[in-house]
């Protein structure tokens, strides 16, 4: 029950007063990073900016407390906007809001089953591939905004969104485009100034006051979503039906390996930055609780946020408290400075949020696979990112981990090899020995067995085989680590074979696991326990008293 226990009660254990000082003040900066970008997250998913502040307060609270990590810090991200944008598109709010909780419960119960660790079973390339999909979909998503774009629908798969972008060119607006390029030049060179105060936040805040005081022509917030709601959320239950809940399991189950796999990236990065090891399954279990009670008051999905997470480390955050801070400064700004939110311009948020994809996208990595890694690995990658952008990040993640399963198998079974065996020197044979195992009565064949067995390798069992003046057969298998029911049919078709010839099988040095298969499935008494020799010599030795 340790693994589930939340880090903030750890933490609480020696807890000090300068501590807490310096929790808070890293909480109160990284609420002011997480401000522009929930803001900017949430439109580019589809919903009202407030929900964005929701989601950073409600489920940033849950993960902060319940999680695994010491300086977690939960919120939107850039890499649930696709996903969410769609399911919007499809479902609306309460499709939404059912995805969430789903997500949230799944989420919760692979924390409880201790799923935390098979979160790395994830290929590499399946990663690297939707993430680099995800900024391409992110940030071509805020073209609309950034070249202020009088669009009054665009569509929303990748392609079409692309044509009709391009076909409508005349109608750019080129008072949006400059105010958003200030923007972003102000992100650019904003950092080598001070990196205390976010840049996206003196962006913001720059670009807002510019359009205030000259009158320009460009969306707000304000002109687009109208009056902003600054009160604090209370739950709601959506309205549900059946066949809602069983069209958003495949994508709700699609936000809770998302969830998981950065939520528990960003904890390992933080540890490393602290020395600490977080609880996996324990951030499971509060990223689960964060999404659901996120769905309840109105949020969207949330994960861990690497950048806002480094934020809190350099800040001086070290508990879980600096988390909750982030929070109740949120909600203090949710309540008291929400109206002026409206100000801001279309065309700023954009920019950020076309920063944060193309920060996001580790094209370094991507070059490098496709130009180091095998093929079959490439195809993974390219297949993962060209369906992340075309089609969606379900489609993704579904074929990419079926494919990368299906060529796995392909190379286990690759590695499994059943072949004839002849005598070469052996460190562990005594030199009495050499000479008895050059010199085999060819009426003893014997096999050597490489690599696991399992489903996809069976059939190599078959290659075993006799000739004429064959009497007994052995099966060394000091080299195979695994062995699974099919291979195990296959022995047995094996030995129903060779008896009907009136061969006896011998099975040299079996190891423990598929010993332990074969016990169970009651093989071992099939053939007989004395058929099962610890080593080579000893099942020659055995092998020519039965001759």
């Known amino acids: 029950m340790n693994e589930l226990k939340p ?59 319940f999680g695994g990590s010491k300086v977690q810090i939960g919120g939107p991200t850039a890499a649930f906007v696709v996903i969410i944008y769609g399911i919007v598109a499809s479902y609306g709010t309460d499709g939404l809001i059912v995805a969430t909780i789903l997500a949230g419960i ?15 079973y994830i290929p590499y390339t399946i990663t690297t591939g939707f993430t680099c999909g995800i900024a391409v979909t992110l940030f071509v998503g805020q073209l609309k905004d950034f070249f202020g774009y009088s669009l009054e629908n665009v569509p929303s798969d990748f392609l079409p969104k692309v044509a ?27 950092p080598k100034i001070t990196d205390k105060i976010p840049g996206s936040l003196v962006a913001i805040i720059i670009t807002t006051l510019l359009v205030k005081i000259t009158g320009l022509e460009v969306n707000t917030i304000g002109s687009v979503f109208g009056e902003l709601n600054s009160s604090f959320p209370t739950p709601k239950l959506p309205n549900v039906t059946f066949e809602m809940v069983s069209k958003l399991i495949s994508p709700a189950f699609t936000i809770a390996i998302l969830a998981g796999i950065e939520s528990l990236l960003s904890a390992v990065v933080s540890d ?3 020395g600490d090891t977080h609880k996996s399954n324990a951030e499971l279990v509060g990223q689960g609780l964060g999404n659901i009670f996120s769905g309840l008051f109105g949020g969207i999905p949330a994960t861990g946020a690497i950048a806002r997470t480094a934020a809190n480390v350099r800040n001086g955050g070290r508990t879980p408290i600096a988390g909750v ?10 309540v008291l400075l929400m109206p002026l939110a ?6 700023s948020l954009a920019a950020v949020l076309l920063v944060v994809a193309a920060n996001m996208a580790d094209w370094t990595s991507f070059f490098h696979l496709c130009r180091t890694a095998p093929k079959s690995d490439i195809i993974v990658l390219v297949l993962t990112f060209v369906l992340t952008v075309v089609f969606d990040l379900v489609v993704a993640i579904e074929v990419g981990v079926v494919l990368a399963a299906l060529l796995f198998m392909k190379r286990m079974s690759d590695t499994a090899e059943v072949t004839g065996w002849k005598y070469i020197e052996e460190p562990d044979v005594m030199p009495g020995e050499q000479e008895k195992l050059m010199h085999v009565n060819k009426a003893i064949r014997i096999f050597e067995v490489n690599g696991p067995l399992f489903f996809a390798a069976a059939d190599k069992l078959l290659k075993i085989n006799s000739k004429k003046y064959t009497k007994v057969i052995i099966v060394r298998m000091r080299a195979v680590p695994a062995i699974d029911a099919s291979a195990m049919r296959k022995l047995r078709e094996l ?6 010839k009136g061969i006896q099988v011998v099975f040299s040095h079996v190891n ?20 099962f020799r610890e080593n080579i010599m000893d099942a020659i030795s055995f092998a020519e008293s039965k001759l």
């Not at 799944?106 to 790395?120: D, E, N, S, Y």
């Not at 409206?342 to 065309?347: A, Q």
């Not at 030995?495 to 009907?500: L, S």
């Open 164 to 190: 009709a972008l391009v076909k409508n060119v005349s109608l750019i607006n080129p008072k949006a485009v400059l105010v958003g390029l200030l923007a972003v030049i102000i992100m650019l060179v904003w």
């Open 512 to 531: 423990e696991q598929p010993r332990k298969v074969m016990e169970k499935d009651g093989f071992i008494d099939y053939v007989g326990a004395e058929n």
């Open 106 to 120: 799944i989420l919760v119960i692979m924390g409880i089953c201790h799923f935390g660790t098979l979160i790395k």
């Open 342 to 347: 409206s100000m801001i311009p279309m065309t």
């Open 325 to 334: 801070v982030h929070c109740i400064t949120l909600a203090i700004i949710l």
């Open 272 to 274: 490393g930055m602290i």
């Open 7 to 65: 880090k903030l009660f750890d933490c609480l254990k020696d807890y000090s007063g300068k501590q807490f000082v310096r929790d808070v003040i890293s909480g109160i900066i990284v609420a002011i990073i997480a401000l522009p970008l929930s803001i900017a997250l949430a439109i580019a998913s589809g919903v009202g900016p407030e929900q964005g502040l929701y989601t950073a307060i409600i489920a940033g609270f849950f993960i902060a407390v």
């Open 495 to 500: 030995i129903e074979r060779t008896r009907k």
